[in-house]
Every structure is written in structure tokens, then in C-alpha cells.
Antibody
Framework: EVQLVQSGGVVVQPGGSLRLSCAASGFTFDDFTMHWVRQAPGKGLEWVSLISWDGGRIHHADSVKGRFTISRDNSKNSLYLQMNSLRTEDTAFYYC????????????WGRGTLVTVSS | DIQMTQSPSSLSASVGDRVTITCRASQYIASYLNWYQQKPGKAPKLLIFAASSLESGVPSRFSGSGSGTDFTLTISSLQPEDFATYYCQQSYSTPQTFGQGTKVEIK
């Protein structure tokens, strides 16, 4: 089955760290750019990070630059988001998503992981 | 960053109605415009990519048009399962920004 399986939700204190995981199956993982997108409860979608198929191209949103790092392990068909110096405003559902082709639409999404940053 | 502005923010419609949602980019994005549908508690689902290409498996009542800065998502005959929030997204440049969403509710 073609799917992205994400790790479970978690509560972390402000200033803390967390690594999110996303396991891919059913497609050739190392052919595609992968993304992280987040959504604060009751709010809209915010693109967070992208990584190209080989890890050679990486971009982060300004809101997380210097604190979050996207990475991938193609041998394990897995995508990661290392989140450091977490703030209360980082509280959100975090989705991993697969890009496709030149227009890079997100054609496959994980179910999302709720990250709550609270003391 | 490219700003994406959707209108309206919400609308009420009846089953069978024709519904149109617009999305405007703050600068030129050619046809690098995608549309998603999101239902409560679920991940977004891709409907339209490259402004007007229907994603596989998506009903033909959904269509997209536009290029440059102005885009439209149309649902030709609204069905009960279409009540959801719709987002546009530009993939022309990084950061890939989303519109604020349009919530389609039952009248």
C-alpha cells in the first residue's frame, strides 16, 4: 500500500527538542522530494521544510530556520524533522507529504502528528 | 515570499449548487498552483495540480483554471461529501505558500 506513516503525538516543554519520523512504503522513496507541512489547531496550512530526493536541496520556512532540520535516510525509506528550541507557537499537527514532478504538488500525505509545546 | 489570497473565506451552498473559489497570487506564478480539500481531522487531499490538471481519482465535477496570478476552483454540482475546507498553494518558489482556506458549509 502506498502510504506515509508518522510517529505518534507528543507533549514537550518550551525550549525542548523532538524528532518527528515519517516512514514511506509502496513507492520508490528516493525518487521524490519530501516536505513537512504544519497546521496549528483550527488554523490554516503552513509549509515548513523540503528536502530533495538526494538531500542536496534543503529549504526551511523562516519561522523555523535555525531551529528545525529536515533530513532523510533513503536506505530506510524514512523522512525526519529534528525540532530544537521549541516554542509554544510551534504547537501544531505536523504532516509529512510527498512531492511529485515539476509542479511538485503534494500527492500523498501522512495522517499527521500533534506536537504540543507546553509547560 | 509570495502571498496567496483566497476568496471567499467561507460560503454556504446547497447540494447541486455550482461553487467557485478564487485564489490570487501576489506575484506571477505561471501555472504552479495546486488545490487541496481538507475535511475535519484528516490530512489534506490533492484535487488539482498545475492549475487545471485533475488528480487521478478526483471526480470530474472539480475543475481548475487560471494562470499568472489569478486562479479558480470550480465545483460544478456540489455533493454532500464536498463540504470541507479548500486551500490553494503555489509551488513556483520557496517557501511554498498556501492560501488561508475557504470553508464550504451546508446552507
Amino acid at each position: 500500500e502506498v502510504q506515509l506513516v508518522q510517529s505518534g503525538g507528543v507533549v514537550v516543554q518550551p525550549g525542548g527538542s523532538l524528532r518527528l519520523s515519517c516512514a514511506a512504503s509502496g513507492f520508490t522513496f528516493d525518487d521524490f522530494t519530501m516536505h513537512w507541512v504544519r497546521q496549528a489547531p483550527g488554523k490554516g496550512l503552513e509549509w515548513v521544510s523540503l528536502i530533495s530526493w538526494d538531500g542536496g536541496r534543503i529549504h526551511h520556512a523562516d519561522s523555523v530556520k535555525g531551529r528545525f532540520t529536515i533530513s532523510r535516510d533513503n536506505s530506510k525509506n524514512s523522512l525526519y524533522l529534528q525540532m530544537n528550541s521549541l516554542r509554544t507557537e510551534d504547537t501544531a499537527f505536523y504532516y509529512c507529504a510527498k512531492g511529485r514532478g515539476a509542479y511538485d504538488p503534494f500527492d500523498l500525505w501522512g495522517r499527521g502528528t500533534l506536537v504540543t509545546v507546553s509547560s | 515570499d509570495i502571498q496567496m489570497t483566497q476568496s471567499p473565506s467561507s460560503l454556504s451552498a446547497s447540494v447541486g449548487d455550482r461553487v467557485t473559489i478564487t485564489c490570487r497570487a501576489s506575484q506571477y506564478i505561471a501555472s504552479y498552483l495546486n488545490w487541496y480539500q481538507q475535511k475535519p481531522g484528516k490530512a489534506p487531499k490533492l484535487l488539482i495540480f498545475a492549475a487545471s490538471s485533475l488528480e487521478s481519482g478526483v471526480p470530474s465535477r472539480f475543475s481548475g483554471s487560471g494562470s499568472g496570478t489569478d486562479f479558480t476552483l470550480t465545483i460544478s454540482s456540489l455533493q454532500p461529501e464536498d463540504f470541507a475546507t479548500y486551500y490553494c498553494q503555489q509551488s513556483y518558489s520557496t517557501p511554498q505558500t498556501f492560501g488561508q482556506g475557504t470553508k464550504v458549509e451546508i446552507k
